[in-house]
Nanobody, 122 residues
Framework: QVQLVESGGGLVQAGGSLRLSCAASGRSFSSYTMAWFRQAPGKEREFVATINSGSTTYYAASVKGRFNISRDNARNTMYLQMNSLKPEDTAVYSC????????????????WGQGTQVTVSS
């Protein structure tokens, strides 16, 4: 069982940066594949980035080159550094965890945080 809590969201101007954190409780955090998803109002949840136990990363095309996913297993925490933010990045960002390999489908993740709001003003 893993419990996830996101933090770090907020309001930022276009071109700015934010760093999201996802703190995990429970055992064996280092063995989990972790991911970030986001959901904008009126839209479906979409994949943002994932990192596996070996720190291999994958990104959605819309954020590649601007966002960086990382993890600190000693702190049971995953991060999402978001740079060059755009108004279209506005969404609720949620972290997720699964025991198996990396996928970009939300349905494949077993554990979810409650989400943190990111708002980018133009």
């Amino acid at each position: 069982q893993v419990q996830l809590v996101e933090s770090g969201g907020g309001l930022v101007q276009a071109g700015g940066s934010l760093r999201l954190s996802c703190a995990a409780s429970g055992r064996s955090f280092s063995s989990y594949t972790m991911a970030w998803f986001r959901q904008a109002p009126g839209k479906e949840r979409e994949f943002v980035a994932t990192i596996n136990s070996g720190s291999t990363t994958y990104y959605a095309a819309s954020v590649k080159g601007r966002f960086n996913i990382s993890r600190d297993n000693a702190r049971n925490t995953m991060y999402l550094q978001m740079n060059s933010l755009k108004p279209e990045d506005t969404a609720v960002y949620s972290c997720a965890a699964r025991r198996m390999g990396q996928i970009n489908r939300a349905q494949g993740y077993d554990y979810w945080g409650q989400g943190t709001q990111v708002t980018v003003s133009s």
